[in-house]
């Protein structure tokens, strides 16, 4: 004759297994949903990287812009003539070299 009843120490053995694998299932939703954090951050940051290379190409570019404004105002002032020009860019008259 075969018992339907597990015994108690089995009983005690399914529970602790059951318990465990519980615990495991838990810790591997857990893991998942990290995860998915994980991945979006990481898509988060990678948009970001995209939006950081855009803008230091945009500052490059509008670096190239004022250096050639930068040129059309000095050819358009006729660069130095006597000491005004010298003055002019920095505040300070030009020495003189040699007496006349």
Do not use: P
């Not at 500052?59 to 660069?79: D, P, T």
């Amino acid at each position: 004759m075969t018992s339907t009843h597990l015994s108690k120490s089995d009983a005690e053995k399914t529970k602790v297994h059951l318990t465990i694998a519980s615990k495991v299932c838990k810790k591997q939703l857990l893991v998942e949903e990290l995860n998915r954090k994980l991945a979006d951050q990481d898509a988060r940051i990678g948009r970001l990287q995209n939006r950081l290379w855009n803008m230091g190409d945009w500052l490059v570019s509008l670096g190239y812009h004022f250096e050639e404004a930068g040129r059309i105002l000095k050819r358009e002032a006729g660069g130095r003539k006597g000491d005004e020009g010298k003055q002019a860019a920095t505040g300070k008259k030009r020495k003189k070299t040699h007496s006349t």
